[in-house]
Nanobody
Framework: QLQASGGGLVQAGGSLRLSCAAS????????MGWYRQAPGKQRELVAT???????NYADFVKGRFSISRDNGRHMVYLQMNSLKPEDEGVHYC?????????????WGQGTLVTVSS
């Protein structure tokens, strides 16, 4: 299970830190990530981080957001700075790994980010 938290209402230019707690099956080599979905729009990738710590960001968050992980605590974080109204949406944590030779993907329940202009 992936439990995301940290969403809320923030003014444009402000910051939020999202957290995702992974329970159950977790491996330090799993790829973890954050996606978001705004009302009426498709879900889109925000950032990912590999087990080795390699990060990847969507162009629209580069320089503003930072993804990190704590393997000991089975946690993934998304630090969001300089938030814009277009950053609004439900943010989902994902886990992508391999177990017994089979790839699996898990999604958390999402946490809502609202940015006021």
């Amino acid at each position: 299970q992936l439990q995301a938290s940290g969403g809320g209402l923030v003014q444009a230019g402000g910051s939020l830190r999202l957290s995702c707690a992974a329970s159950g099956s977790f491996s330090i080599i799993d790829n973890m990530g954050w996606y978001r979905q705004a009302p009426g729009k498709q879900r889109e990738l925000v950032a990912t981080i590999t087990g080795a710590g390699t990060t990847n960001y969507a162009d629209f968050v580069k320089g503003r957001f930072s993804i990190s992980r704590d393997n000991g605590r089975h946690m993934v974080y998304l630090q969001m700075n300089s938030l814009k109204p277009e950053d609004e949406g439900v943010h989902y944590c994902t886990q992508n790994g391999v177990r017994n030779g089979l790839r699996f993907v898990r999604w958390g329940q999402g946490t809502l980010v609202t940015v006021s202009s």
